[in-house]
């Protein structure tokens, strides 16, 4: 929400989510903090996927956690790492013998200035990071990614589920899958492009939402059928 907020100015976003990002900004940071200071636990998180909340960029999530609910760095860290862990009842977020680990070193002390994150010098994910990486080679699958229509894929600005299904679909490709995204005419895919719809729903208000979407979902069922 932060991110979707600071980036208002750009105009890209229809006026439904200024509206609602606004509203959500005034009191959401004062109500949060407040919750934490009660005591509840607060893991750092993020909405990756949606407009300008990039996977890449996590360590400002952290950064919003000192500045946004007045953690120390140290309680920061510790929120995006074991209590993080902790909540998702997963074996990690610790240093400790025995314990899974991926390092990331840092040129700088994240414990005086937790904005050292964004300057990593070096990560290992360790024994089983390097176990998961030996498991996501797709070559050779082919998939279908079934994007959202509201706007083309990426999206110019607003488009959650289109972005989603953007990144999902350059992750694959990434791994060698062979993939096709479908979406409207007017997207951009990183792999192959299937589309009936010309155009976003939001940006032809001519369009018939409902029966393009049913024609949407029912191409890609038809390329599955017209495939075996």
Request: aromatic fraction near 6%.
């Amino acid at each position: 929400m932060w991110r979707i907020y600071e980036n208002i100015a750009g105009g890209a976003q229809p006026d439904y989510v200024v509206r609602k990002a606004s509203e959500i900004y005034e009191h959401a940071g004062e109500n949060i903090r407040k919750a934490w200071l009660a005591g509840v636990r607060s893991p750092a998180a993020s909405d990756a996927g949606t407009p300008y909340n990039r996977h890449q960029d996590y360590a400002y999530e952290v950064e919003l956690m000192s500045t946004v609910l007045g953690m120390s760095p140290q309680q920061a860290l510790t929120a995006a790492t074991a209590t993080a862990a902790q909540l998702l009842g997963v074996d990690a977020g610790v240093l400790a013998a025995g314990r899974p680990a991926d390092l990331l070193l840092l040129d700088r002390d994240v414990g005086a200035d937790v904005r050292a994150l964004r300057e990593a010098a070096r990560r290992d994910q360790g024994r089983r990071g390097r176990a998961r990486a030996r498991l996501i080679d797709l070559r050779g699958l082919r998939i279908a990614v079934l994007g959202a229509i509201s706007w083309r894929t990426p999206p110019p600005g607003y488009g959650p589920w289109e972005q989603v299904a953007y990144n999902i679909a350059r992750g694959l490709v990434q791994r060698g899958a062979d993939v096709t995204l479908f979406a409207t005419a007017d997207s951009s895919s990183p792999g192959k492009l299937a589309a009936v719809v010309p155009v976003g729903l939001n940006d032809d208000p001519a369009l018939n939402a409902e029966l393009c979407t049913e024609l949407h979902v029912a191409s890609c069922f038809a390329a599955r059928a017209s495939s075996t």
